[in-house]
């Protein structure tokens, strides 16, 4: 048996791409192993959310996780700022975080050109937040999307320093996993190559949005004016289309019209009409459950304080041997 864990930042509504990347892996191995997956409300601070809002986006994501079939009962599903243990074994990690190698990190960068004036230090040492994470429950598989396997490696550099500064063979080394192998990127519908909460309006699809919005979404996505030789390459909005359909579409449908591409019989109208059917099809079953779950305070409350109680049991005990091994000692 593995320990998995695995978080999803809160920062608005889950999408298709948090399902297909992390929240799909996280269901199939929450009764085979032993899983911590958590809300990383720590980890929205560094884009400042206004305080009205940061409790209300935890809500949205505990509610979201749950109708798409986490079982809290099977796994451990708590919110990352009620186990303090975390923020302890952040601090110490970061003793041994060297500026250049978090500088040089991809999301990093990307942060840097999207926001140059919020260069936190938050944001710098986010994968060290990241690392203490997944460490302080000695994990091994992280179900995560392929834009996470940086900060997995990170992880695992962290992990090894620590072993190697006091010789102890202490944190396993934790790798990104999905069941099909390959990490996942699901594409945006804008054209670019990541659906993303916070990219352009119309790039995302949401867990709980309603069939009209669906549809509408799906049929501006971006297309070109179709092929004209056959087999011929596709362009980059073309390629999203299709690894959306081959996410939520049948096998079989995907073929159709992966054939009428090569064969240049293809039309953009009917490929999109089956698309935004197949995601309405998939979605509707989490959606309902979420506008039943939101509404059930009690029921969340219920969920979040086993989580945390869950948590902090796992949590504590690593913390506890870390400061050993580090050389606290009581008076
Ligand atoms: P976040 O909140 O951006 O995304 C949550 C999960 O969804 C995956 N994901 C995608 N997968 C495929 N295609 C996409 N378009 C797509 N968009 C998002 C992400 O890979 C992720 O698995 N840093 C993390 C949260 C985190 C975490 C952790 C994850 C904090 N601590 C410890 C694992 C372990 C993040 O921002 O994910």
């Not at 720590?42 to 305080?51: D, F, K």
């Not at 190698?101 to 919020?118: G, I």
């Not at 945006?188 to 509408?216: C, H, Q, W, Y």
């Not at 509404?295 to 219920?302: F, G, H, M, P, Q």
């Amino acid at each position: 048996m593995e320990t998995v864990v695995s978080g999803i930042r809160s920062t608005g509504n889950l999408h298709l791409g948090n399902y297909f990347g992390a929240i799909k892996n996280f269901v199939k191995m929450q009764y085979e192993h032993k899983c911590y997956f958590f809300i990383a409300d720590y980890h929205s601070l560094t884009t400042h959310p206004a305080p009205e809002d940061l409790h209300n986006h935890v809500k949205q994501v505990l509610v979201e996780y749950l109708a798409a079939g986490l079982d809290p009962e099977a796994a451990t599903l708590y919110i990352q700022s009620d186990v303090p243990q975390v923020t302890e074994l952040y601090l110490l990690l970061n003793m041994n975080a060297y500026k250049g190698e978090l500088e040089r990190c991809t999301s990093f960068k990307e942060k840097v050109r999207k926001q140059p004036d919020n260069i936190n230090a938050g944001l710098l040492t986010y994968p060290v937040l990241m690392a203490a994470d997944i460490i302080i429950h000695k994990a091994t598989k992280v179900p995560v999307g392929k834009d996470q396997e940086q900060h997995l490696e990170m992880a695992r550099t962290f992990a090894n320093r620590f072993n190697r500064m006091y010789k102890k063979d202490f944190f396993p080394q934790p790798y990104a996993f999905n069941f099909s192998e390959e990490l996942i990127k699901i594409p945006g519908l804008d054209g670019s190559t990541k659906m993303g909460k916070s990219e352009n309006e119309g790039n995302a699809i949401f867990l709980a949005d309603d069939p009209k919005v669906i549809r509408k979404k799906v049929m501006r996505a971006l297309t070109d004016s179709g092929p004209t030789r056959k087999n011929q390459q596709r362009p980059q909005e073309i390629k999203n289309l299709f690894l959306l359909m081959k996410a939520v579409s049948e096998p079989e449908t995907y073929s159709f019209f992966d054939q009428a591409y090569n064969d240049c019989s293809i039309r953009y109208g009917d490929m999109k009409k089956q698309i935004a059917e197949d995601i309405i099809k998939f979605n509707a079953p989490i959606r309902e459950r979420i506008l039943e779950i939101s509404s059930d305070d009690s029921y969340l409350k219920k969920v979040a304080d086993m989580g945390k109680e869950k948590a902090i049991d796992s949590a504590s005990k690593t913390i506890k041997e870390v400061r050993q091994i580090i050389g606290f000692k009581r008076f």
